[in-house]
């Protein structure tokens, strides 16, 4: 059974840093891209960062480039987000999800993190 499972998600005070995590679990992990996608109250989903299946080369969306690191370590099938200088608008629920070429394959349930004073 395939299964991601994010955790690490929290209230965070403006300018606060968390850590989330996503374990992967029931498929390939290595041979996956990996992204990392968030959907705020009332909104849409939007996409985050990425990691290829190698960990070698990010990308990051405009809002969060310099504040959040996505990194992967393969030997434990896990994802990471590194998430600093957190602001009021990066509240929402993150999500991981593995992708090969342009497919979301698999999506983990989410993590809720809340900045807010």
């Known amino acids: 059974e395939v299964q991601l499972v994010e955790s690490g998600g929290a209230l965070v005070q403006p300018g606060g840093s968390l850590r989330l995590s996503c374990a992967a679990s029931?498929?390939?992990?290595?041979?996956?891209?990996m992204s990392w996608v968030r959907q705020a109250p009332g909104k849409g989903l939007e996409w985050v960062s990425l990691?290829?299946?190698?960990?070698?080369?990010?990308t990051d969306a405009d809002s969060v480039k310099g504040r959040f690191t996505i990194f992967r370590d393969n030997a434990k099938n896990m994802l990471y987000l590194q998430m600093n200088s957190l602001k009021p608008e990066d509240t929402a629920v993150y999500y991981c999800?593995?992708?090969?070429?342009?497919?979301?394959?698999?999506w983990g349930q989410g993590t809720q993190v809340t900045v807010s004073s």
């Open positions: 999800a593995a992708r090969q070429g342009s497919t979301y394959n698999f």
């Open positions: 990691i290829n299946s190698g960990g070698g080369t990010t």
């Open positions: 029931g498929f390939t992990f290595s041979d996956y891209g």
